[in-house]
């Protein structure tokens, strides 16, 4: 799955198609930097987005996550990172997987700060 998301990000920066849409399984948005998650193995979005930040001329990635899941583990990839701005639109309440984040108010840290946006 991370794979097609790069192939589909090389694809449209190289000019060999005008857009892309990975329709792939998991989405691998809980899996973090160190630690698998929520049956994730890879980050799928965070590998294109880094796949695409190493292309020249790219200077900034914009992911959208719209899942009834907070994609925890996007955000804690990046959460330090002001070339990326992350938008996850999910479900927050209660007990709902994951717990203890996806808050409005997580907006980044450091650098990157502002550049994390949950809309639970």
Known sequence: A??????AVRAVLSGQVRTAFAIVRPPGHHAEAQELMGFCFFN????????ALEQPGVQRVLILDWDVHHGNGTQQIFQEDPRVLVISLHRRDGNFYPQGCGYADEVG????????????
Request: aromatic fraction near 4%; proline fraction near 8%.
């Open 44 to 51: 799928n979005v965070a590998v294109a987005a880094r796949a």
């Open 109 to 120: 840290t450091g650098p990157g700060t502002g550049f994390n946006v949950n809309v639970p």
């Open 2 to 7: 991370a794979g097609c998301c790069v192939q």
